[in-house]
């Protein structure tokens, strides 16, 4: 199981931007992105995973049509286990400041 850790930018952009529903989607394709990544890392297409433009070691995944998530891959800390840092979390607008 992957560890993380989740940036109070993150935490505010759920309690005030997404609704019951967008969270609802958000965690469905969270159990698939740790399935890919105990998986070994190879993110199904659906997810689309990929680097945000002009800032380096930030990522996106697509949760909804317009629904975005940014992380980054942190220090491990549990020897062999992915460690995840949740960033933002909301539409589109949120890769402006990622």
Do not use: C, N
């Amino acid at each position: 199981m992957p560890t993380r850790e989740v940036a109070a930018s993150f935490w505010r952009d759920w309690d005030h931007h997404l609704s019951d529903q967008q969270k609802q989607q958000f965690l469905t394709a969270l159990r698939k992105f740790i399935e890919d990544l105990e998986a070994g890392g190879a993110f199904r297409r659906g997810l689309r995973v990929k680097t945000v433009e002009k800032t380096p070691g930030v990522y996106e995944l697509t949760w909804a049509k317009d629904g975005r998530a940014t992380f980054k891959f942190g220090r491990s800390v549990r020897p062999g286990q992915t460690h995840i840092r949740w960033r933002r979390i909301g539409t589109h607008e949120i890769l402006d400041r990622p």
